[in-house]
């Protein structure tokens, strides 16, 4: 016997009623898509001076070609590569020592039953993100100074005072940990929604089996919230040459600037004060293609391993 197959019909609406219904949700939609290709996509635009000998009087398209020059430039000099050297060194220390820290303390906040102290201590952590870079180099220099709070304490107990301000080692540890004190309460909500989600009967029917409170955090919790780590890492891998300027040019200073003057400092040294826009787009075009470059290939990498990755 053959089948009777049923077909179900659709009321198909009409195109002005559709669009008299959701008009609204469109109108807001328009905005942050024309603020993209303002203040985003446009500038793109720009990159075009990397290859000239930028004029600001000719402006950007009457501005003789000169090719590669620019990136020739800066690949033949050794402040470059310096630059490239220490802007690796710290986002690499960022990546070891911030990354896995948010991840941490929003597990660890996520066991706590007490939803008083959870908030509170969410909160704590949060409130450095709000603090510029200005006024946190400011605190920073009270505290490890050669006359701060803490080598005046090291004084007091019959030690010797410890330069953390002026020797390029120490000084890329103070550098990570107050990146880490700056920016982990802000990680900390996006892992802490992920968190949320998990599904609880898994730790439960752990916890029935005899798993112990760490086992449960590493093998039940943990790789529950894996697809957001290895989101969040992507985006962490894709910035490895790239990195903010005041963050660097507030807390060096002349004693570590051999370590302290990244690729960001040195296009607003070499380029910008020097009227150098060509050059500064140049070095600007080069992080970004290596950025591109990363994401697509740490992509790649995550999904041979099972994970979803971002696109």
Do not use: C
Not at 5 to 28: A, C, D, E, G, S
Not at 38 to 56: C, D, E, L, S
Not at 267 to 287: E, I, K, M
């Amino acid at each position: 016997m053959k089948e009777k197959t049923t077909k179900v019909q659709t009321h198909k609406i009409p195109f002005k009623v559709y669009m008299r219904n959701t008009w609204q949700l469109y109108l807001m939609l328009l905005i942050p898509i024309v603020y993209m290709l303002m203040f985003r996509y446009k500038p793109m635009i720009g990159g075009v001076i990397a290859f000239k000998k930028f004029n600001v009087f000719a402006g950007m398209w009457d501005s003789p070609w000169v090719g590669l020059a620019n990136f020739k430039e800066a690949f033949g000099s050794k402040d470059f590569w310096n630059a490239l050297k220490n802007t690796l060194i710290l986002n690499v220390g960022d990546l070891i020592i911030g990354f896995p820290i948010p991840i941490l303390i929003a597990v660890f906040l996520f066991e706590i039953r007490n939803l008083k102290i959870r908030k509170a201590t969410q909160t704590i952590l949060y409130l450095p993100n709000f603090l510029s870079w200005v006024i946190i180099a400011g605190i920073i220099t009270q505290l490890f100074s050669t006359s701060g709070l803490v080598n005046d304490i090291i004084r007091k107990i019959g030690l010797h005072e410890i330069n953390f301000l002026s020797n390029t080692f120490i000084w890329r540890f103070v550098y990570w940990f107050a990146g880490v004190w700056q920016s982990a309460g802000y990680s900390l909500i996006i892992y802490l929604a992920a968190l949320s989600a998990t599904d609880p009967s898994l730790g439960e029917a752990a916890y029935i089996d005899g798993a112990t409170r760490l086992q449960r955090i590493a093998h039940v919790t943990i790789p529950q919230i894996r697809p957001t780590i290895s989101i969040m890492l992507i985006m962490q891998l894709g910035k490895i040459v790239s990195i903010d300027f005041d963050r660097p040019y507030m807390m060096g200073n002349t004693l570590v600037k051999s370590a302290s003057d990244v690729i960001s400092t040195y296009v607003y040294s070499v380029g910008l004060q020097a009227g150098r826009f060509d050059f500064a787009t140049a070095v600007g075009l080069f992080q970004s293609v290596v950025g591109i470059v990363m994401i697509l290939s740490v992509n790649q990498i995550s999904k041979k391993m099972g994970e979803e990755g971002i696109m």
